[in-house]
């Protein structure tokens, strides 16, 4: 009853505000020519969204690179924003306390955005303080129909967020896009990750995680070891090796701790890491999270599993030629036995 009650406060304040702080935007466009500055609100957070979008970066600058391209994120995606050489400025967002919004929403505005991009399709109250405050001359959104302050949007729809991305910059000018992901990389990285291998000895490698957002796409420690001795024996010629979680290490030293002949890189510190082992791999095992996408951005042959629910993976899936084994509500109700990899 309580979770009920709070559920339809916070609804009631969500539609308070919404009325408060979506104000009509004026209707405008711009010329392609026209477009100097450009600002990206991705403070979300997820690596894997990072990966779906990362042409769009290198595509802007590879037409007009004269455009500024900024973007608004946190400390958890700050490293890869950072790398990437096509955008100019990164600004961290501390806390998503309406004090920092404020703080850097005035900051933002006095650059005089040209263009602002917003592809998340759930709006807090805050999102919408944050977004006046910038002020930007064009305000583009997906699904954001029911939204007065975007003045550019592509409705709601059951394409791949690759082909949003895409459609949105084709409507502000861009021309013959490329959507292959830009999968960032670390010289550092890779020389320990070379380093480590040549160290075991590996020739022929499976990188595997065994960990996506949420319980749901999490394996637990049975299932974990019975995907294992399922690659053991479908891979013999391969050795094995887990990708670090931060998350859910203790989860996975049991993993490690009741599994044989299987490696394990106990220095790794960022995403960087991972996507080094998984450029030294020639399979990649994961449900879906960002690993799935690394895999496939470099080409790799990857075996995911996705629930069954269409509408996410019509919107996230990877495609390509790659293994795709689908579960009902939790991904520990696979059955290996019955599952060919």
Known sequence: MYRKIRARIKEFEREIGKLILDKRKKERDINFENIKKMLFIRYDGKIGDYMVSSFVYREIKKQRPDIQIDVVGIAKNESLFLKNKNINNFYK??????????????????????VLIDPTETLKNKDLFFIREINAKINYGYAKENYKIFNKNIEKNNEHMQTVYARILESLGFENIEISYDIPEDDNSDKK????????????????????????????????????????????????????????????????????????????????????????????VSPDTSIVHIGAGLKKKVIAFYSTNKGNFDKWGIGGENKIIRYDKDINEIDFNKENI
């Open 193 to 284: 990750i070379e380093d480590y291998l040549k160290a075991n000895n590996v020739r022929k490698l499976i990188a595997v995680n065994l960990f996506g957002a949420g319980k749901t796409r999490k394996f637990n420690l049975e299932k974990s070891l019975e995907l294992l001795m399922k690659l053991n024996q479908s891979y013999p010629e391969y050795r094995i090796i887990l990708l670090d979680s931060p998350r859910d290490r203790e989860a996975l030293y049991k993993v490690i701790e009741a599994s044989n002949n299987i490696l394990y890189y106990n220095e790794s510190e960022t995403i960087f890491d991972s996507t080094a082992i998984i450029k030294k791999s020639e399979i990649v």
């Open 93 to 114: 967002l501390k806390k998503t306390k309406y004090r920092y919004l404020c703080s850097l929403g005035k900051k933002l505005r006095a650059l005089n955005y040209d």
